[in-house]
């Protein structure tokens, strides 16, 4: 009976094989399949990646840098993590592709670190291109659209992200080097230029066109005599102010702005966002950044204070824009690279008010921010003394103390990203004079007023191929210490008639922005406001945008 059951045992077959020789198979599978999996697994490891790839030491310890390694929240992500997929299939045609990786590194291919960074961007390009032809899949595999709150992120990434959502973007479009430094000239790559190939037109970072406003000639009026300081005489108590805080930029030019291997935003700035939209209440941090010479500084700034907080109201009549501004004074902190500690003795505070529409362009953005140049005095492409002076446009400039505030309107083209070690700026190309006449009848430029303290004295003027000054009839600035605090008025004829004093109409918007030299300083070590838009009793929303207008001015009767 025995040997009959074992005999229909020894008959069963499983796919042509006998039931033994299917134990067999089937034993060997899973030992195969435990093994083989164990490989992959070990392959995977952090530990496999950082220690048994001798080149992969190096991009470990730009990783153990970044946030994906360490973070508020505990959660990090190993090199799998981001290079190797969780489905199935895709893995083992990326362990396949590996194979190759294995045989360049046994030829030495990349078996030192110069040999490693003369490959490092076609290596990211790799990286980015099968990131982009996946649509970011490993990053997805913990970051989901769907999931994204964005009323809680901030506002900076909020904006971002809703853009991004709706433009059908990845994410590497945007986080290009944030698990490994980026290699040198990343940003020439035609693999980082191509995520501006969307819908919605972006024209790249160094040029956004014409102007929104038409160039045309505007009308300035009858020139206007200012009848004295009445904004210190007006009653402010009803009128709203605007609490705004002032810091230190550094030596955070508009090429540096523009630049989005150095400044983060520059992608979005690109896009027409407002610097106010992502950086507003960053001030102090960014000023300290400053002080510390941590970021976009290189003098030794001293006990200088980073920030200042400042109240700003506005009022108006049919002729004239008042304004009132306030903050408190200082305790001294000499500056450690000037004799004496002062830059300007004479001055104890200077402030500057600017003033320009939309055909100034990145205005609408960064306000006075957009004649801030990298080869400015102070800056670190500053020209040297003998370059200026033998320079043909010494007629045409005024460069006495070097390269002035300018609009690269001015200019026939502008370096952005210093490429192969070219200077930022373009103080040295200079339209022709027919050109500048035509952008200033036009209307492309910053108006300027400027109070000085020491002799108390307004200075009107205006921004356009250089800084051009002069005291004024139609433009009154006083201000006075009292009990440690400033307090500045502002009297201005809307229309002065005066060309470089741009005309103001009462259902216009305008960029404004506020500048303070504190404590004696002088040249760029001033502090600075964002640019904020300036409207007349306007209707919000509704004659513009609640996010485009933070003063909106007060119409009064006297």
């Known amino acids: 009976m025995k040997g009959e059951r074992l005999r229909n045992w020894r008959k069963i077959t499983i796919m042509g094989a006998s039931l033994g020789a299917a134990m067999i198979f089937f034993v060997a599978g899973i030992l195969f399949w435990g093994g083989f999996n164990t490989v992959m697994e070990a392959t995977n490891s952090m530990k496999f990646c950082s220690t048994a790839c001798h080149e ?36 083992m045609i990326r362990k396949i592709e590996a194979s190759r990786e294995v045989w360049h590194w046994m030829l030495g291919t990349i078996n030192t670190k110069e040999k490693f960074e003369d490959k490092r961007l076609h290596l990211a390009e790799n990286v980015w291109r099968s990131m982009l032809r996946t649509d970011s899949r490993e990053c997805r595999n913990c970051h989901d659209w769907s999931a994204m709150d964005l009323e809680e992120q901030a506002p900076r990434a909020a904006r ?15 986080h290009q080097g944030i698990a490994h430094e980026l290699p040198e000239d990343w940003d020439e790559s035609e693999v980082w230029l191509a995520r501006f190939d969307h819908d919605e037109p972006a024209t790249g970072l160094a040029e956004r066109g014409e102007p929104e406003m038409p160039l045309e000639t505007e009308e ?28 230190l930029p550094g030596q955070a030019s508009i090429e540096w702005v523009q630049d989005g291997s150095e400044h983060g935003g520059g992608r979005a700035f690109s896009f027409g966002d407002r610097c106010i939209w992502c950086h507003q209440g960053e001030e102090e941090q960014i000023g300290q950044m400053a002080v ?10 001293g006990d200088k204070r980073g920030h200042i907080p400042m109240t700003v109201q506005a009022s108006f009549d049919d002729d004239y824009l008042f304004m009132r501004f306030q903050w408190e004074a200082g305790e001294h902190a000499p500056l ?12 104890a505070i200077k402030l500057a008010l600017s003033f320009a529409d939309d055909r100034v362009d990145m205005a609408d953005r960064g306000g006075c921010w957009a004649s801030c140049h990298h080869d400015s005095t102070y800056m670190p492409d500053a020209p040297e003394a003998e370059a ?3 320079s043909e446009l010494a007629e045409r400039l005024d460069m006495m103390n070097g390269v002035t505030k300018y609009l690269s309107e001015s200019r026939t083209e502008i370096e952005i990203r210093g490429r192969r070690g070219a200077a930022r700026g373009g103080w040295d190309k200079l339209k022709e004079e027919a050109e500048i006449e035509e952008l200033l009848g036009g209307g492309v430029y910053l108006d300027l007023a400027r109070f000085k303290s020491g002799d108390e004295v307004t200075e009107s003027g205006y921004i356009l191929e250089q800084r051009h000054l002069s005291q004024s009839d139609a433009v009154v600035m006083t201000a006075a210490e009292e009990d440690g605090v400033w307090t500045a008025y502002l009297t201005r004829a809307l229309r002065t008639g005066v ?15 506020v500048a303070l030299h504190d404590d004696h300083a002088a040249s760029r070590f001033h502090h600075v406001s964002w640019q904020f838009g300036l409207a007349f009793d306007a209707e919000l929303p509704g004659d513009f945008e609640e996010d485009m207008v933070e003063l909106n001015a007060t119409r009064i009767t006297r």
């Open 499 to 513: 060309e470089g004093d741009k005309p103001l109409s009462t259902d216009g918007k305008y960029n404004f922005n």
């Open 220 to 247: 300035l009026g009858e020139a206007m005599v200012a009848e004295g300081d009445i904004a210190s005489s007006l009653d402010w108590g009803d009128v709203p102010a605007l609490d705004m805080t002032l810091f």
């Open 292 to 301: 510390n010479a941590e970021k976009f500084e290189t003098y030794d700034l």
């Open 388 to 390: 200026m002076a033998e």
């Open 56 to 91: 992969m030491s190096w991009v470990y310890e730009e990783y153990e840098e970044r946030p994906h390694f360490q973070n508020a929240t505990g959660v990090g992500a190993t090199c799998s993590d981001c290079h190797v997929p969780d489905a199935w299939g895709p893995k």
């Open 160 to 174: 971002e992200h809703a853009r991004g959502f709706e433009q059908g973007q990845t994410c590497i479009e945007c």
């Open 336 to 347: 450690p690279f000037v004799d004496g500690g002062m830059m300007d003795p004479d001055n």
